[in-house]
């Protein structure tokens, strides 16, 4: 069974740092591309960043780039979002995600809070 796990969450402070993780499970990690997306208060989820399965490219939303960075470990079966210089808007959900035999999976969410 498709499993997607997300850690890392929890409050920091306006310019500060948090690294997220995404442990993955029930497939064949390497195969697959890889998405953050996240969803704040009232909001709609938007995509966050992408990364191929072989790592080789990244892709972020406009907003973030120079800020988040997107990698993944297949060792450990692992996608990462390092997110820096954060700002009370980057507050949300953030959720880790995958497209497996044409249907989206998504991990349960972490909660970023960021303070001003």
């Known amino acids: 069974q498709v499993q997607l796990v997300e850690s890392g969450g929890g409050l920091v402070q306006a310019g500060g740092s948090l690294r997220l993780s995404c442990a993955a499970s029930?497939?064949?990690?390497?195969?697959?591309?890889m998405s953050w997306y996240r969803q704040a208060p009232g909001k709609e989820r938007e995509w966050v960043a992408s990364i191929t399965n072989t790592g080789s490219s990244a892709g972020y939303a406009i907003s973030l780039k120079g800020r988040f960075t997107i990698s993944r470990d297949d060792a450990k079966n692992t996608v990462y979002l390092q997110m820096n210089s954060l700002k009370p808007e980057d507050t949300a959900v953030y959720y880790c995600?995958?497209?497996?035999?044409?249907?989206?999976?998504w991990g349960q969410g972490t909660q970023v809070t960021v303070s001003s």
């Open positions: 029930g497939f064949t990690f390497s195969n697959y591309a």
């Open positions: 995600s995958a497209v497996l035999s044409s249907r989206r999976s």
